[in-house]
């Protein structure tokens, strides 16, 4: 049987390897699949949440419905603080999931098809960029305390950080 803990470390792991897709692609200026890569760990990433707080789910794209629901459930028992971070998380989120599949099958406009790769540029990039570091930095607050995840908040520093340096580029 798998824990909790597992189920986060699991998710995160991919999340992971995805942010590290980010930043190379990002670096070769890929900036299409650059996006693509923070929709997937964003995603990841909320799933590593909700597999630490125990949430069952069933295939999904839009976890941040999920998290929304969970701020809102009485039963559920969270300090206010949690659930505001939580709640950050997921409007945060809800940004690049708006992209939905634009970011791999590119937008039918005026006619035409827009490809992901002439439609998402540097600029674009950086704004979903940062909201992948803010979610590190919430995720950051919410398991900077939990015993058996230390190499996990280590793995979201050492990124976070990898991804203010690209900020600054």
Same mark, same amino acid.
């Given at each position: 049987?798998?824990?909790?803990?597992?189920?986060?470390?699991?998710?995160?792991?991919?999340?992971?390897?995805?942010?590290?897709?980010?930043?190379?692609?990002? @670096?070769?200026?890929?900036?299409?699949?650059?996006?693509?890569? +923070?929709?997937?760990?964003?995603?990841?990433?909320?799933?590593?949440?909700?597999?630490?707080?125990?949430?069952?789910?069933?295939?999904?794209?839009?976890?941040?419905?999920?998290?929304?629901?969970?701020?809102?459930?009485?039963?559920?028992?969270?300090?206010?603080?949690?659930?505001?971070?939580?709640?950050?998380?997921?409007?945060?989120?809800?940004?690049? @999931?708006?992209?939905?599949?634009?970011?791999?099958?590119?937008?039918?406009?005026?006619?035409?098809?827009?490809?992901?790769?002439?439609?998402?540029?540097?600029?674009?990039?950086?704004?979903? +960029?940062?909201?992948?570091?803010?979610?590190?930095?919430?995720?950051?607050?919410?398991?900077?305390?939990?015993?058996?995840?230390?190499?996990?908040?280590?793995?979201?520093?050492?990124?976070?950080?990898? +991804?203010?340096?690209?900020?600054?580029?």
């Amino acid at each position: 049987m798998t824990s909790n803990y597992d189920t986060t470390k699991q998710w995160f792991q991919l999340a992971y390897n995805n942010i590290k897709r980010v930043i190379r692609n990002y @670096e070769q200026q890929d900036y299409a699949d650059t996006i693509f890569r +923070i929709q997937l760990s964003i995603e990841q990433l909320q799933k590593g949440l909700l597999g630490f707080l125990g949430v069952q789910f069933r295939k999904n794209h839009k976890p941040s419905k999920i998290l929304d629901s969970i701020i809102h459930n009485s039963n559920i028992k969270l300090e206010n603080k949690k659930k505001e971070i939580i709640k950050n998380i997921s409007l945060f989120a809800k940004e690049i @999931e708006k992209e939905e599949t634009f970011t791999r099958y590119g937008i039918k406009y005026g006619g035409r098809i827009i490809a992901p790769e002439e439609y998402y540029d540097k600029k674009i990039t950086l704004k979903y +960029i940062s909201n992948l570091k803010e979610i590190l930095n919430l995720l950051i607050l919410i398991f900077d305390d939990v015993l058996g995840l230390e190499l996990e908040i280590e793995q979201m520093n050492k990124y976070k950080k990898r +991804i203010e340096e690209l900020e600054e580029k």
